[in-house]
């Protein structure tokens, strides 16, 4: 700022607030002893060290005493300030943060400034300790070389602390301009020789591309007032200002919120008791091609689909990417120009966001005519969404390097694009944008990565759920070029809050505890609960240990034989009305043994029974197909019949139907009554409910077929599964009406590991079936005995002999005699009519 007092207006005059010198007696500066290293900063174009270089006492607004430690101090060649329009050759910028604060950020910094005036004769002794003496040397160095000597601070301000100063409360001087510094600008000006400033200024140029700074700020305001500067004060107010323009924005007026996150990750406290898992097996990302760019009050939002993040079983997809000046989370006390977000919603949330917004009657919020009101509203808006939802999100720390090709992806070069950011608009990106090549460098380093159960890190309502957070230790590189265009509402530092006192929760460094997605608490009356599968095991020891559990992704890739078998041909269902279709609190469905039955081969050769004794209707569902989870599956489970009456809970089969988001299901609509009955009620279906017809064009095509367990307790691996490859389609009305009984996760069992089972498609795996003539049972059956063919020949011969003795036996020839007597004479000319004879 230029420190003006020639300025006509209100309260443009330097207030007096102190006596000169007051400083002088309030500082306590150090030597940096040895030969303290000395960065080139492209950030702020200086010549910069770091270290504990003393202390400065000043006040707060209720005039105690307050200490800063001095922690850097960066010279640089063309001063930043001007006193009544007149800048100086070069500036000392001393930075303080609070005594015993982990940095400066959001608990707001003191800034000392002392100017340097060129002269032909005198020096420097503070630029000569640097470096710069004059032969010329130091600007043939890198970005970091040693100094030649032990720097002496105290030294070097002790001609500028005994005269007058000016302080005001500004901002960083460069992006993202957060207005949460105090400067304390010293009137008396230094000398530095013009060799040692041209020295300077060469190795500036040389690694920084130049000298030139931000534009002098004008003290005078809009309402024609000026900045309030205070002259030989000694306090440091609570930045109003901030506050003041940022609508209360900013993190330093940030009320009272989660207090969970952000955390500092110190790595001796970190829990390491299991071995590290492959981060990049959890990672399923994918190339986009079209995302949208949207500035936000804090961050830099991408929307798109990214692909998804696998969790403990769990599905959560990569809905948006943030993009943040200044990071949020530290490590070991570290903090980074940076941080890029990836927001991760459980598989079904962003449905049943999608869904309510689609079916909202509501009318939208009314508009306010205050800017900054309105920017609130947004946000509170914004935050009321996601409360309820169940989010993961991944954090990367952002560094100063080189560019980021996916910064670059997302139009960061475009100046076109910089200037919708710069006003708030948003933009389209068309071209591929690959999450998963940029993340890789950070998620293959042998750094690790943390997970920890927290909040949100930006003000807002607090989720029941909270927050389970994922970041990753090595930082990936930014130009400052690129951090530089983001510039939105509220810059970086004034959107970073700091980790409160006593905020330390569980840090797990390689691995997600096997609760990590739970709820806490104990595990009593949980057993049966989705929301806590961990439970399970404490009286199903094998829903733990067990080596074939289900559900599972099913890897196309991974199968490993197919066959030619047609579900349809064995299944023999049957229409049944009247069944009532129970809300048990896990599921919605049915029971009943009048369903119809599959016949399978069993390992004999005779057919198997199955009959259908439940169906049960999930959402999500539980399995998934080369990583894709479906928004339903219902189970048609079957029971080996071991008799009419009998069957056996340990040969089961289970056909299942995934469904997508299209035309409504008429057997869906069946399932789900008007109204969905509570937990432990049912209702009845009046009409019959025909399986084969409304399932036909599934159970007609492809299926996977894999040995499994339930996946409910008692998770016995007894469970022949048969996963159809044509999806169904549900609608989104009756989605929302089944979510509405079943919010996320109380309805699907996370997906287990495969360990190695097979897979195979379009076979039950059937023992070839037997060739008996007939079958005492079902599981029993014998071919005739063949009979020789003399067993047979022997009676027909008898028979016929026996015939042709009798027949000769009993035979009689007619006497001539008689008959001529009978025919009284005429037989020579007699024609035999009946028994008779008749003349011709």
């Keep these: 700022m230029d420190l003006d007092f020639g300025l006509q207006g209100e309260g443009c005059a330097a207030q007096v607030a102190g006596e000169a010198g007051s400083l002088a007696k309030r500082a306590h500066y150090k030597i940096l002893a040895g030969h303290p290293t000395v960065s080139v900063s492209k950030y702020m174009r200086s010549a910069a060290i770091a270290g504990d270089l003393g202390t400065l006492m000043l006040k707060d607004t209720s005039g105690h005493d307050v200490e800063y430690e001095a922690v850097q101090a960066h010279l640089t060649t063309g001063s930043l300030h001007a006193i009544n329009g007149s800048k100086a050759d070069a500036e000392l910028l001393i930075v303080h943060k609070p005594k015993g604060a982990t940095d400066a950020v959001a608990t707001g910094s003191v800034v000392l400034s002392v100017l340097f ?3 032909e004769k005198g020096s420097s002794t503070f630029f000569k300790q640097l470096g710069f003496d004059g032969a010329d040397n130091v600007h043939e160095a890198g970005m970091t070389f040693q100094a030649p000597e032990s720097v002496d601070l105290a030294a070097s301000v002790a001609g500028a602390l005994p005269g007058a100063s000016y302080a005001y409360s500004g901002s960083v001087p460069v992006p993202p301009c957060s207005e949460n510094v105090r400067y304390i600008v010293l009137a008396a000006e230094q000398l530095v020789g013009a060799p040692q400033l041209a020295e300077l200024k060469k190795l500036l140029v040389k690694h920084t591309g130049g000298t030139i700074k931000r534009p002098l700020q004008a003290r005078t305001l809009s309402n024609s007032t000026c900045r309030q500067v205070e002259a030989n004060s000694l306090e440091v107010p609570v930045m109003e200002s901030t506050c003041a323009k940022a609508g209360g924005l900013s993190s330093a007026c940030w009320a009272e919120k989660c207090d969970l996150s952000p955390v500092n990750v110190d790595s001796a406290r970190v829990d390491k008791s299991q071995v590290g898992g492959n981060l990049e097996d959890m990672m399923r990302y994918k190339v986009v091609d079209q995302a949208t760019v949207k500035p936000s009050t804090y961050t830099l939002d991408v929307a798109g689909n990214f692909g998804n993040l696998l969790v403990n079983g769990r599905l959560f997809e990569a809905k948006k990417l943030s993009l943040k000046a200044v990071s949020q989370h530290t490590f070991n006390g570290t903090r980074y120009a940076g941080e890029l977000v990836v927001e991760h919603l459980l598989f079904g949330d962003s449905l049943s966001a999608g869904a309510h917004r689609r079916l909202e009657t509501e009318k939208p919020p009314a508009k306010t005519t205050d800017h900054h009101e309105g920017h609130l509203a947004e946000h509170a808006e914004h935050h009321e969404e996601h409360d309820g939802l169940h989010r993961v999100l991944l954090s990367v720390p952002l560094a100063l390097g080189g560019e980021s090709a996916l910064l670059r992806d997302l139009g960061f070069a475009s100046q076109a694009n910089k200037a919708s950011i710069r006003d708030g608009n948003s933009y389209k990106v068309t071209g591929p944008v690959d999450l998963a090549a940029a993340l890789a460098p950070a998620a293959a380093a042998a750094g690790g990565w943390y997970w920890y159960s927290g909040g949100p890190t930006l003000p807002g309502t607090c989720p029941s759920w909270g927050v389970r957070w994922l970041l990753l230790e090595r930082p990936l590189e930014v130009s400052i070029e690129q951090l530089n265009a983001l510039t939105l509402q509220v810059s970086g530092m004034d959107s970073t809050a700091l980790p409160k006192p006593g905020a330390a929760p569980s840090i797990s460094k390689g691995f997600v505890p096997e609760d990590g997605l739970e709820q806490p608490g104990g595990c009593d009356g949980e057993a049966v609960r989705y929301g806590k599968p961990s439970c399970w095991k404490a009286e199903n020891p094998v829903c733990g240990s067990g080596q074939a559990q289900s559900p599972i992704d099913i890897e196309t890739s991974a199968v490993t034989k197919v066959g030619t078998d047609s579900f349809l041909a064995k299944t023999s269902w049957k229409p049944i009305a009247g069944l009532r279709v129970a809300n048990n609190g896990e599921y919605l469905g049915f029971e009943s043994t009048q369903l119809g039955y599959s016949t399978i081969i069993g390992s004999n050769g005779f057919p198997k029974f199955y009959q259908v004794t439940s169906v049960a209707l999930r ?26 009456l009998e069957f056996e809970d340990d040969d089961v089969l289970i056909t299942s139907f995934l469904f997508d988001i299209g035309e409504e299901s008429k057997l869906l609509r069946q399932l789900l009554p008007e109204t969905v009955p509570a937990a432990g009620s049912y209702a009845t279906i009046e009409k019959p409910v025909d399986l084969m017809w409304a399932l036909g064009p599934a159970l007609d095509g492809a299926f996977y077929k894999y040995d499994g367990s339930y996946t409910t307790p008692s998770c016995a691996e ?29 309805n699907n069992r996370p997906v287990q590991p495969r360990n ?47 015939c042709s003795v009798v027949m000769r036996a009993i035979f009689q020839r007619e006497d001539p005699r008689r008959r001529e007597e009978s025919a009284g004479g005429l037989t020579a000319e007699a024609t035999t009519i009946g028994k008779g004879y008749s003349r011709m």
Excluded: C
């Design 718 to 746: 007894a469970v022949q599964w048969a996963v159809f490859e044509t999806p169904m389609t549900l609608s989104m009305e009756q989605w929302q009406a089944f979510k509405a009984a079943f919010p996320n996760p109380s």
């Design 619 to 644: 959402m999500p569902s539980e399995h998934m197909v080369d990583g894709k989870q479906f928004p339903a599956e219902l189970q048609v489970v079957h029971k080996n019949q071991k008799t009419v």
């Design 117 to 119: 005036r060129e002269s």
């Design 756 to 802: 190695g089972r097979a897979i195979v498609k379009n076979s039950m795996e059937e023992a070839d079936a037997v060739d008996y003539k007939f079958f005492l049972n079902r599981e029993m059956g014998r071919d005739k005995r063949e009979t020789p063919v003399g067993y047979i020949a022997f009676p027909i011969i008898g028979t016929l002999t026996l």
